[in-house]
């Protein structure tokens, strides 16, 4: 697992690269998935979600891979850019939850232009 | 503009003087959530709401408390505050009855003395 803070996994890429960000999940009931950046000093921001009944959904320079079978999960960035700069969270829960949302302990992207 | 605010930024206090932090949100959102962020720990939640007058527990819910009298507001509040709730803290909404898809404010450092 990742943690947050000193010891945060980092994933170093050079602008322009495709970026792979990588996650797995605990709980083999959890059946909604999603993706949140965040950049230093800000809140949480929405990247994109999967729910498991998909193996694959795309959003702009995005795509979000679901792996039932080993609990995993990754988050592709196309065209990466200095942007893009932040730490991204994996998380997961149920359809329909209104409870915890259970968070990865993400992973530092860092973008060399 | 479509945003979550808390209030405040940053907070510095002594152990055992109460304190809130405010969230608003101007969305017309009903479902609301606090979470705190630790190194190591990652992001866990407090408390969340799913409409005006409900609230329920998190994961993390021991030394805090939280009200939901209006629809866009809802305040978390430390009667009496312990160093070990210093942390980061995110008030979230979301456009759905749920914890699906939500939205950070920009976050509040309190520090407990």
């Known amino acids: 697992g990742e943690s947050v803070g000193l010891h945060l996994p980092t994933l170093s890429v050079q602008e322009g690269d495709n970026s792979i960000i990588n996650c797995a999940y605990s709980n083999s009931a959890s059946d909604y998935f999603i993706w949140y950046k965040q950049e230093s000093g800000k809140g949480p921001q929405f990247i994109i979600d999967i729910r498991s009944n998909m193996d694959k959904r795309q959003g702009q320079r995005v795509t979000v891979l679901l792996n039932k079978t080993v609990k995993h999960l990754s988050l592709q960035i196309a065209a990466t850019q200095p942007g893009d700069s932040a730490v991204y969270f994996c998380?997961?829960?149920?359809?329909?939850?209104?409870?915890?949302?259970?968070f990865g302990k993400g992973t530092k992207l860092s973008v060399k232009p | 503009e479509a945003q979550v605010t808390q209030n405040p930024r940053y907070l510095i206090t002594v152990t055992g003087k109460k304190l809130t932090v405010t969230c608003s949100q101007n969305m017309n959102h009903e479902y609301m959530s606090w979470y705190r962020q630790d190194p190591g720990l990652g992001l866990r939640q407090i408390y969340y709401s799913m409409n005006v007058e409900v609230t329920d527990k998190g994961d993390v819910p021991e030394g805090y408390k939280v009200s939901r009298k209006e629809k866009r507001n809802f305040p978390l509040i430390l009667e009496s505050p312990s160093p070990n709730q210093t942390s980061l803290y995110f008030c979230?909404?979301?456009?759905?009855?749920?914890?699906?898809?939500?939205?950070f404010g920009s976050g509040t450092q309190l520090s407990v003395l």
């Open positions: 979230a909404s979301s456009p759905r009855r749920t914890n699906e898809k939500l939205f």
């Open positions: 998380a997961e829960n149920t359809v329909g939850s209104q409870g915890n949302l259970i």
